[in-house]
């Protein structure tokens, strides 16, 4: 098979030959650390196809011709397709070999924030090479993954949601409120806008309707909201005084150990609303926040709002919050309405319809 290659240089027979023993090793390695290892020898290969063929001139068939030598020696391997060998090279190209993981050691990798390319799996960054076309996304979805060990569907759904364009995007009082490592952590936290593409809702939608259906699709809901929400309730019960409150939305953070009071808007941000969002986390400090919790934090959830009044409004005020806005993909014609089950019904089929609203 290497006799058909005469177009090519000489070097391309001892580099081949070299290649088949460091992929040996790799096999042996393979037990202990099989993804680390196989990436670090694909980044290595990628960073060898693109030198080898500019100094030996290689055509646009030296690709082919590894693959079927490689294939030839390793039967058994997947990877050495002519499709695989492209985007090994593509691979290497996109991050412009400036990485610093060249012939490092695994071990000392993982001290490297530009590690997480190496110990996600090689389909979760096919995914991210295909859909990212900025190194510094890349790599925050790169990250991501390796943090909370997303599926390659759902690292896709990110992509596709344009979370890294939303990430850290919602307008908020936290520096002013919050402890430094707090505060960088809780912004991290929410993003801006949120987008509940699961949802099927008419235009005129209500609040009530907005909350039944996010947590009729609360696995959808969790997923946008981030890593870390846990869902407490839904109109949660308060008493201050004689009257009683109900809090739209209320969730705990486990990586920030705090409360997280989300109140729903289905019209454009109005200053009051931050007001009495004060009021609901206020309330849920003095009854619910225990020893070892972090201040509650709250966030509005806005049609839509003017960007300068919402940071008037949040700029005085005392508990920490944010404001965001959130979009439907699509909404459902009003002719449907009457033919989809009431919010009555979703809620009695969730058992959610246990006289709680006032």
């Known amino acids: 098979m290497t006799s058909e290659i005469t177009a090519l240089a000489d070097g391309y027979g001892p580099w081949l030959g070299e290649l088949k023993a460091r992929f040996r090793q790799v096999q042996l390695k393979a037990a202990v650390a099989v993804n680390s290892a196989m990436l670090q020898f694909y980044w290595e290969l990628g960073a060898d196809m693109v030198v080898k063929q500019k100094q030996f001139a290689w055509g646009g068939g030296f690709i082919k011709q590894l693959s079927a030598d490689l294939r030839s020696e390793f039967p058994d391997v997947r990877g050495f397709s002519v499709s695989n060998l492209k985007s090994i090279r593509q691979w290497h190209l996109f991050y412009g070999g400036s990485l610093p993981i060249g012939q490092q050691p695994v071990g000392q990798l993982a001290q490297q924030p530009v590690a997480q390319i190496l110990t996600i799996p090689w389909g979760h960054n096919l995914a991210i090479l295909a859909k990212c076309k900025q190194h510094d996304e890349a790599l925050y979805y790169a990250q991501a993954t390796q943090a909370y060990g997303w599926s390659r569907s759902v690292l896709v759904h990110q992509i596709e949601s344009g979370l890294w364009q939303r990430e850290g995007k919602a307008i908020t009082n936290f520096e002013q409120t919050l402890p430094a490592a707090q505060s960088d952590l809780a912004i991290q936290m929410l993003k801006d806008p949120y987008k509940f593409d699961f949802l099927s809702l008419t235009k005129e939608h209500t609040e009530r309707e907005l909350e039944a259906d996010l947590i009729a699709h609360i696995t959808q809901f969790l997923l946008e909201l981030g890593a870390g929400f846990a869902y407490i309730g839904r109109q949660v019960p308060l008493q201050v005084g004689e009257r009683d409150f109900f809090l739209d939305l209320l969730f705990y953070h486990a990586r920030l150990h705090c409360y997280v009071v989300v109140e729903l808007k289905t019209v454009d941000f109005e200053p009051e609303f931050a007001g009495k969002l004060n009021f609901y986390i206020k309330a849920v400090d003095e009854q ?47 002719a449907l309405r009457g033919k989809l089950p009431s919010i009555e019904a979703i809620e009695r089929e969730l058992g959610l319809d246990g006289g709680d609203k006032p």
Do not use: F, N, W
């Open 288 to 334: 619910l926040r225990r020893e070892g919790d972090q201040p509650t934090i709250g966030l509005l959830l806005c049609k839509s709002k003017d960007r300068l009044v919402a940071e008037y409004a949040l700029s005085d005020i005392q508990k920490p919050m944010g404001l965001s806005t959130y979009t439907l993909t699509h909404t459902l014609p009003e």
